[in-house]
């Protein structure tokens, strides 16, 4: 593993899935004492939700797992997000195809689905929609467990 690793999680609105994604793998790495190696982010591929804090349910979640994500606001991914960032991983097809044509394509193959690091075909599903938000954390955890082994650390 290099020195250090950037990984950017990416959805649509920035405030469930790649919310829940960016504080996870930040536990799970601070866990492993792998922190000072990660740098780990978060963002959106629409505006809609920009400066909103992180989705009730989604903050209950990871408070309920001794997480905390306090102060995180959605943000809008940049093109300039793909040389700053070793990985960007969005939560489904829709997201992957935004991400592409946000960052003008994927020369160096920077750019995956969170349930590829599981070994899975498929999506996170969006809890906006399902309203289900404890499937969407448990997918989120085995992709970012699964990142991390894939990763080596």
Request: hydrophobic residues 40%.
């Amino acid at each position: 593993m290099r020195d250090l690793v950037r990984i950017l999680f990416v959805c649509h609105g920035n405030i469930c899935r790649s919310t829940m994604a960016e504080f996870v793998m930040k536990d799970l790495v601070e866990q492993r004492g792998l922190a000072e190696r990660f740098h780990i982010e978060s963002a959106a591929t629409s505006a809609e939700e920009l400066g909103n804090p992180v989705h009730p349910s989604t903050r209950a979640i990871l408070q309920r797992e001794g997480i905390d994500c306090s102060g995180k606001v959605a943000r809008q991914m940049r093109r300039s997000d793909y040389d700053g960032f070793d990985l960007l991983i969005g939560m489904d097809d829709q997201n992957i195809r935004n991400m592409l044509r946000i960052l003008g394509g994927d020369t160096q193959g920077k750019v995956h689905k969170l349930l590829e690091f599981a070994g899975r075909e498929g999506s996170i599903a969006d809890p906006w929609y399902t309203g289900d938000f404890d499937v969407t954390y448990d997918d989120v955890l085995a992709g970012c467990v699964g990142l991390l082994g894939w990763l080596g650390a």
